[in-house]
């Protein structure tokens, strides 16, 4: 991963939320494919594995989904202060907005079709970056058919309605099943370099 | 003040309640603001959660700045919003805290290759969600496919149509963000503008 000098990686920080909170219609897994982007593949702070494991804390720890990727991505880049940074970043554009209309829009009516055609045109385009976005992590995860046979089964599961933090908590256990038993056929295989490393 | 501090401290108790993303907040604004205390009724209600969910942002962080304003002005719906992501914020930290000191354990290692192909699941299961509110005309019906599927016949519900408009903007979106270096935040803008003429033209 690279390093970006503070001052730089904090304003990157703000920037890329701040504007992630003022376009992104549709909640907090729409702006996955911003933030995939801009810090994994424009200024590589972030990895693929990284991605997903936020996704994983988003959907374990109590909380927004916006708020639960701000603090990761923040932390990850910048620790804390850049944890607090991103936040402040996301929340801004809501706040402003939402009291610019509260205060003088009381009785905006949602159903306005303009606004209903914009919000239309951006939800289509989120479909679309998402999808390059999915397809570009599983490049980057699946190995091997084990890992694809996994991944499709609890994609099953998903689509047929069993929640997130139950397939979450299913996964873990298969996982670590999967590594201990990746590393004993390693280890049978190349008892030579098992012995160099302990 | 005491308003503030009581909207800081409701609003931090949704907030540590929110398993599996903000939406889940709405029931139960609604529970405490429409049938407990009656501060709005249920169409205000409606209109204010079809707003937070229009309007850029987070539905949750939204919701809660509109309502602190409408209790408290400003003030209330700092109160409010500070309150909402306080939980959040800390749980999340402890979280990376303790995700990067046991990192190297062959257990942490384990948790993570299984909950990642979980993850990379969830990414695509949010595909086909966002392709239910775009280019198709109703979110797809997996487990009725499915079961018709099983029964031997393979049938869609009546009212499910591919929109034309939204299917090719999709498309241009798949082409643009994968073909060219154009930054994602600039298609959203484009696509919007794109959306919002389309609407006035037609």
Redesign the interface.
């Known amino acids: 991963m690279k390093e970006l000098p503070a001052g730089r990686s904090l304003f990157l920080l703000f920037s890329t939320f701040f ?12 702006m ?3 933030i995939e ?2 810090f994994v593949r ?1 200024y590589k702070l972030l990895s693929s ?1 990284d991605m ?2 936020m ?14 990727s701000a ?2 991505v923040g ?2 880049v910048a620790g ?1 202060l850049g ?2 940074v991103a ?1 402040i970043g ?2 801004i ?3 402003v ?3 610019i ?3 003088f829009f ?3 009516d ?2 306005n ?22 397809c570009r ?2 490049s980057r ?2 190995h091997n058919p084990i ?1 694809f046979v ?3 089964l ?2 099953t ?5 069993v ?3 139950l ?2 908590l ?11 038993i990746l ?1 004993k056929k390693q280890a049978t295989l190349t008892p030579d370099s098992e012995k160099k490393e302990a | 003040m005491m308003i503030n501090l009581a909207l800081f401290l409701q609003f931090a108790h949704f907030g540590a309640l929110c398993f599996g993303g903000g939406y889940v907040i709405i029931p139960m604004l609604y529970h405490a603001f429409v049938e407990k205390t009656g501060f709005f009724t249920p169409a205000e209600f409606g209109n204010l959660s079809s707003l937070a969910q229009m309007t850029p942002g987070a539905v949750s962080v939204n919701s809660a700045t509109y309502i602190g304003y409408l209790q408290n002005g400003v003030g209330g719906s700092l109160a409010a919003t500070i309150g909402l992501v306080t939980p959040t914020l800390i749980l999340a930290t402890l979280a990376i805290y303790f995700l990067k000191k046991y990192k190297d354990t062959l257990w942490i290692q384990g948790i993570l290759k299984g909950t990642r192909l979980a993850a990379l699941a969830m990414v695509f299961s949010a595909v086909f969600i966002f392709l239910g509110m775009s280019v198709f005309s109703m979110p797809i019906p997996f487990p009725e496919i499915a079961e018709s599927v099983l029964n031997g016949s393979f049938s869609l519900p009546d009212d499910f149509r591919i929109n034309v408009i939204e299917t090719i903007v999709c498309a241009l979106a798949v082409f643009l963000s994968y073909k060219t270096r154009f930054s994602i935040t600039m298609l959203l803008f484009l696509s919007g503008v794109v959306g919002g003429l389309l609407g006035v033209f037609m």
């Open positions: 504007k992630i909170a003022l376009f992104v219609v549709g909640g907090g897994l729409a996955l494919p911003v982007d801009v424009k594995e997903l494991d996704i994983v804390i988003t959907q374990t720890v109590p909380g927004l989904i916006a708020v639960n603090v990761f932390n990850k804390f944890a607090l936040l996301v929340l554009p809501s706040v907005i939402i009291m209309i509260a205060a009381p009785y905006l949602s159903q079709p303009l606004v209903q055609a914009v919000f239309g045109g951006i939800r289509a385009c989120i479909s679309g970056v998402f999808i390059v976005t999915a992590l599983f995860v699946i890992d996994l991944s499709f609890f994609l599961g998903i689509l047929c309605n929640s997130p933090a397939i979450i299913c996964a873990m256990p298969i996982g670590c099943l999967y590594v201990f590393r």
